[in-house]
């Protein structure tokens, strides 16, 4: 049981460059979302998802997209990177709804993007 | 206006100490509320939820004031491994919507020293 992964764990891309960031989890967690997390920041919601074949914006969303084609997996992709997307990408997934309580959320162990 | 506001430390204390963080949210519409761990370059991780009267786990308390929307976290006989930085993270529910989301403090960056 392997939790929640990212590949990849590091990337270096140029200005304009694209890349897809995955994740995947094996919980059989219907909600999975995208943060990223920068110095003096916490963590920032891009995009989330609560089932397959659905996804919504988070606070941050501008310059990504998501897909959520099978529900074990959520990708978040950069159609052309810029230096502002330099940071700590995080992966998450929940069980439950947060009215029921139980909206704990497990992480995956992030990805770093530096953009130059 | 952030929803969720912490001091980010550094707090620095012995081993033996007791210490304690606080937090505060800005949405009275805030339904939840937890502490999350972060070690150096690692994940957040589960610490404890906060419930309105309170509650404890082993050496570490949380308490919750709606009215003040006050969090706190107290770690007593700290121990090196509490070494990490803490998330105050708040649930708020969007309007309209089931679907809460976690807003995440900034974290508090806690050194204990021997």
């Known amino acids: 049981n392997a939790g929640v992964t990212q590949t990849p764990k590091f990337r270096v891309l140029k200005t304009g460059q694209s890349m897809t960031l995955l994740c995947a989890q094996d919980m059989n967690h219907e909600y999975m979302y995208w943060y990223r997390q920068d110095p003096g920041m916490g963590l920032r919601l891009i995009h989330y998802s609560v089932g397959e074949g659905t996804t919504a914006k988070g606070e941050v969303p501008d310059g990504y997209n998501v897909s959520r084609l099978k529900k074990q997996n959520f990708l978040l992709g950069l159609e052309s990177a810029a230096p502002s997307q330099t940071s700590v990408y995080f992966c998450?997934?929940?069980?439950?709804?947060?009215?029921?309580?139980?909206?704990?959320?497990?992480f995956g162990p992030g990805t770093r993007l530096t953009v130059l | 206006r952030k929803e969720v506001e912490q001091d980010p430390g550094p707090f620095n204390v012995p081993e033996g100490a007791t210490v304690a963080f606080n937090c505060t949210y800005s949405n009275s519409a805030s339904q939840s509320f937890f502490w999350y761990r972060q070690d150096c370059r690692k994940e957040p991780k589960l610490l404890m939820s906060v419930y309105s009267s309170g509650n404890e786990d082993g050496r570490f308390t949380a308490q919750l004031n709606r009215a003040s929307q006050y969090i706190s976290l107290l770690i007593r006989d700290s121990k090196l491994s509490d070494s990490a930085t803490y998330l105050c993270?708040?649930?708020?529910?969007?309007?309209?919507?089931?679907?809460?989301?976690?807003?995440f403090g900034r974290g508090t960056q806690l050194t204990v020293w021997p």
């Open positions: 993270v708040v649930n708020i529910l969007d309007r309209g919507s089931t679907l809460g989301r976690l807003y």
């Open positions: 998450a997934s929940s069980r439950g709804i947060a009215t029921s309580g139980h909206n704990e959320q497990f």
